[in-house]
């Protein structure tokens, strides 16, 4: 089964929607299974991009065997009624993407396999300030280590940034989502750090730090 919205699932994954679409996306996903199914398998590959080689890439866009003169002409389509531009471009940006972390799966699916890591752990705070509770499953996997977020008390109608933190001193965003969401729901994230390794997360709005999250 497929969902025309799952074209949208890349620019959301990277945070490319405005808030008032990826609000729509999430009310969407919670009740389309083929769509919470997508956004599980591919929630790991944001974390990864940056550990990508272009080698990894390189696929072949043309045959070499095949003369220009026998490339199939293209197939005369009916009009569309023309959607708004905006639109238009949120779902053009939202295919691309879909396309390129799809195209990043078979690359890196095959590395995601293997005994996980350590074992689940879960950390707990709240900020004495903003008034933000968190808490965090961390899974440890080959490639890194999972996230699940359940966050209360966040201000409504904003978008929120994960960063995450390793003991090294480097960082990587662990993720993006509205803040337009149920206190008990689960939103997932990555990244390539293992859980041991993982120093604090921090969740961020308009560059402001609301909760971190700690051991």
């Known amino acids: 089964m497929s969902c025309a919205q799952t074209v949208a699932l890349g620019a959301y994954l990277l945070g490319s929607l405005d808030p008032a679409e990826r609000s729509s996306f999430e009310r ?9 199914r997508e956004m599980v398998r591919l929630a790991p590959l944001p ?5 990508v080689q272009l080698s990894d890439l390189e696929l072949p ?26 639109r238009r471009l949120s779902l053009l940006v939202g295919a691309a993407v879909l396309a390129v ?11 995601l396999t293997g005994d996980d890591g350590p074992a689940t ?5 709240t900020d004495g300030t903003s008034g933000v ?3 965090a499953d961390l899974v440890g996997k080959s490639w890194g280590t999972e996230l699940w977020m359940k966050i209360e008390n966040m201000p409504e109608g904003v978008r929120c940034m994960l960063v995450v933190h390793d003991r090294a001193g480097r960082t990587e965003i662990g993720g993006w ?7 008990d729901e689960r939103i997932p ?8 390794r993982i120093e604090r997360l921090d969740l961020v709005v308009d560059k402001q730090v609301l909760v971190s999250v700690r051991p």
Request: proline share 15%; charged share 20%; with cysteine.
């Open 47 to 51: 974390g990864l991009l940056s550990q």
């Open 189 to 196: 994230g990555s990244t390539s750090f293992p859980v041991d």
């Open 101 to 111: 972390l799809v195209t990043l799966a078979a690359v890196l699916v095959p590395r």
């Open 177 to 183: 989502w509205s803040t337009d969401h149920a206190p």
């Open 28 to 36: 969407h996903v919670r009740g389309c299974s083929t769509c919470r």
């Open 61 to 86: 866009f043309e045959d070499p065997g095949l003369e220009p003169d026998l490339w199939p002409l293209p197939v005369a389509a009916e009009p569309e009624p023309p959607a708004p531009r905006k």
């Open 121 to 125: 752990v879960t950390w707990h705070a």
């Open 133 to 135: 509770v968190a808490s």
